[in-house]
């Protein structure tokens, strides 16, 4: 077979169209990947509305950044890959690349890890994206570990319920902020519950770290949040991180702290080609997690495929109860 079936968008906002399509070759350092698996995003629904131009996914398209499936095919210079190997990645739908709603997908073999033995494809492919994210942030550029107290803001969020347990992985006490709705879920993950809308941050770092401020805030909010992390950060030691610091915010209230901060882009080795062993790289140590029981995703539950996509997509817009992929 030369064609495969795939979705696509026409348009900003337009219904994603099943069509049939070439099924890609992969060149040199690639790999071609059977999709089984292609894990929702809010930054997806917003690539589809026309909000997302730092994406550069520009439409017509196949979306879809995160996905589960086996090799299929290996191309020239694609390290050890072989086919049939189970793989996890974030490795489509950026920067012009055809995504991974669609039954074969070419992947940069540098972005590919093996997928954790103890998931299946429909969990594994909604991890790669919240997963890299809230590692490089608390890891590569807070270095979490052992003593450290740690406040997630967001804990429940997709990036903030994988940075919750990753922080408790790594020996942290964390903390996290959320709605009164989100309590049974920071708790569960191993988390102290911060209900953001009853206390000030004023009064939560009062209570949690006797007025001194967290080692370590992680926002994945932004925008006031990001101001209010700031708030948070312990005087000379703390560092601050967003995946979601695109405003315009005042460094007066960190610098004034002697705090420190840093951004993470997670598309950045997508859209430059830098830094793709790295996620591979984050990719296979966390499966190390996820197979020792420290880390996994929490499933929304409801199941989609090719021909129900859109009502896929229409209740990450509305509100799933936890995250959401497409099977193939």
């Known amino acids: ?40 995003n809010p930054l997806d629904g917003k690539i589809r509305a026309g909000q997302a131009a730092h994406a550069r996914q520009p439409l017509p398209a196949v979306l879809g950044m995160d996905l589960a499936g086996t090799v299929d095919a290996v191309g020239p210079d694609a390290g050890e ?19 991974s709603l669609a039954e074969y997908a070419v992947v940069d073999a540098r972005l590919l890890a093996k997928k954790p033995e103890t998931l299946n494809m429909h969990e594994a492919a909604v991890l790669p994206l919240v997963l890299i994210t809230a590692w490089e942030g608390l890891v590569d550029r807070a270095h979490v570990g ?4 740690v406040l997630i803001q967001g804990g429940a969020g997709g990036v903030g319920h994988v940075a919750v347990q990753l922080a408790v992985a790594y020996g942290a006490e964390v903390y996290a902020t959320g ?8 708790e569960s993950l191993g988390a102290t519950f911060i209900d953001y809308q009853q206390q000030t941050v004023e009064e939560y770092v009062a209570q949690y770290t006797a007025g001194e401020g967290f080692d370590i805030v992680y926002d ?10 700031f708030r948070a950060a312990k005087v000379y030691q703390g560092h601050v991180v967003s995946c ?37 790289q984050i990719l296979a140590e966390a499966a190390w997690l996820i197979d020792a029981g420290k880390l996994k995703p929490i499933m929304d539950g409801r199941r989609f495929d090719l021909q ?21």
């Not at 890959?81 to 995504?99: F, H, M, P, S």
């Not at 994945?220 to 992390?229: E, I, K, P, R, Y």
């Open 81 to 99: 890959w072989r086919v049939g190997d189970e793989v996890y990645a974030l490795a489509t739908g950026i920067g012009g690349v055809q995504g």
């Open 244 to 280: 979601l610091g695109w405003g315009q915010h005042s460094l007066a209230t960190l610098s004034f702290r002697g705090a420190t901060y840093s951004g993470v882009f997670t598309l950045l080795p997508l859209l430059t080609g830098k830094g793709c062993e790295h996620h591979g």
């Open 220 to 229: 994945t909010v932004g925008g006031q949040t990001l101001d209010a992390s």
């Open 308 to 328: 129900t996509a859109n009502a896929a997509y229409d209740l990450l817009i509305s509100g799933a109860q936890g995250r959401l992929a497409i099977e193939i």
């Open 1 to 40: 077979m030369t064609d495969m079936q795939a979705l696509i968008v026409d348009a900003i906002d337009a219904p994603f169209r099943l069509t049939l399509m070439p099924k890609p070759v992969p060149g040199v350092g690639q790999v071609r990947v059977r999709v089984r698996a292609s894990g929702l």
């Open 179 to 186: 709605s009164a709705r989100h309590r049974a879920i920071i």
């Open 146 to 149: 052992l003593g450290h107290k």
